[in-house]
DNA sequence: AAACGTTTGATACACTTGTTTAATTCCCTC
DNA sequence: GAGGGAATTAAACAAGTGTATCAAACGTTT
């Protein structure tokens, strides 16, 4: 018990370490983020990161958890309900990862960063939760517009839906200043859905009947 | 005309960098640009940069020109064909100066770039280049969907077409890994074109007679 | 041909980055 | 309470950044 104490008190600064890292790694990515901007924001040593992770990058990996974001795909998975509430559903709790601030989620926000910037670590991110949710989202879209349309077709639908989803966090910068009185909140979050979902669904329809006149 | 040689040829390595500029800049992000490596790539001293601009961001800021983008808008807007093939061709030459190397026309991919990652002269870029852009595609959608549809409706339209466009862009590392052997030819890009549009034209459609039941 | 202003060049500066060092402090064990 | 290993600290390190300096080279003008 005394030694859970020591071990605690150690594991205390490192779970800050975490905490801190997380913010500023989903706030300014990987490379623009700073060792000294994490210490200072977990309130320790500029000297932690390398004694308790060995590098930043260690770090960064040590944040990475997508166990939530393949979490929302085994749920929906789970549903019995027809194919397309399934995709409307994924829609909104993907986004709900992705732009609500209040969720501890930010796995989905290093995902979507990853996207432009790519890091070291960019391939473990793609083989662990980029390509399931890609793969998760194809199936999905596959039941919806059945067998006729080609894989590359398909493909070009997945990418239709998360360019619309990512988009949001991606343009923040300029969407901010195009709309600055625009904010994400749940309100706007469930719109944002109701309307990738309806617009969506409609492409989908759109694209199936092209291939079966 | 001694005069014009002399000039030339201080005008000649001016160019020269803003051509290096333009492709480092254009690769890299302004970030992580070096003005070391533009200069190698230039072939050029590296107090040229000062000398000739006055700060790697003013050199930033000379490589900007959105005269092709702004043109483009122009071009299709003269032409007299209903506004949903006018949104068609649009899609088309904005995705070609998004992804075509071919296409000198780095500026678009400056704005996408921006996106993610914004800099020091973001706000010039937003104001000359991504909001006239946006209002353009803006006014198309109006005229597709009608004037029953909100103004946020609206945006959220827009935003689903530039999602979708700038999403081949942005995840292109990622793509590359989820899809090694997709390369964006002229003929890629005429489908994924064609994929947009059709989609999101259907989407439109879609939004459109939510309003008018 | 000489003098001038302009352009180039190698180098150094000031600063930030991630990382390392060595001394100190802490806390548990004996 | 003393000893000892683990954790924290301040300071420094090496590498990289954008920028500034100042002398050399260049081409044009007189």
Redesign the pocket.
């Known amino acids: 018990m005394?030694?859970e104490?020591?071990?605690n008190?150690?594991e205390q600064?490192r779970e800050r370490l975490l905490a801190a890292a997380r913010l500023v790694f989903s706030e300014n990515g990987f490379q623009n983020?700073?060792?000294?901007e994490i210490c200072r924001h977990a309130e320790?040593?500029?000297?932690?990161?390398?004694?308790?992770f060995?590098?930043?990058?260690a770090l960064f990996a040590a944040t990475l958890n997508f166990e939530p974001l393949l979490a929302l795909c085994n749920k929906i998975n789970q549903d019995s309900i027809c194919a397309q509430v399934r995709l409307l559903n994924f829609i909104h709790d993907f986004l709900i990862q992705l732009l609500d601030k209040k969720e501890c989620s930010v796995q989905c926000q290093f995902m979507a960063r990853e996207l432009a910037e790519p890091t070291p670590v960019l391939g473990k991110i793609v083989q662990e939760a980029i390509a399931p949710i890609h793969q998760f989202v194809a199936n999905l879209v596959r039941e919806i517009v059945g067998n006729k349309i080609s894989e590359a077709e398909l493909r070009r639908c997945v990418f239709s839906i998360f360019g619309q989803c990512v988009y949001y966090r991606h343009g923040q910068p300029v969407i901010q200043r195009l709309h600055p009185n625009l904010n994400y909140d749940h309100q706007e979050i469930k719109a944002i859905a109701k309307h990738i979902g309806e617009f969506s669904l409609a492409g989908l329809k759109q694209i199936a009947q092209n291939k079966c006149p």
């Open positions: 005394i030694t104490t020591k071990i008190l150690s600064t983020a700073t060792v000294r320790v040593n500029i000297a932690a990161v390398n004694y308790h060995s590098s930043k990058e």
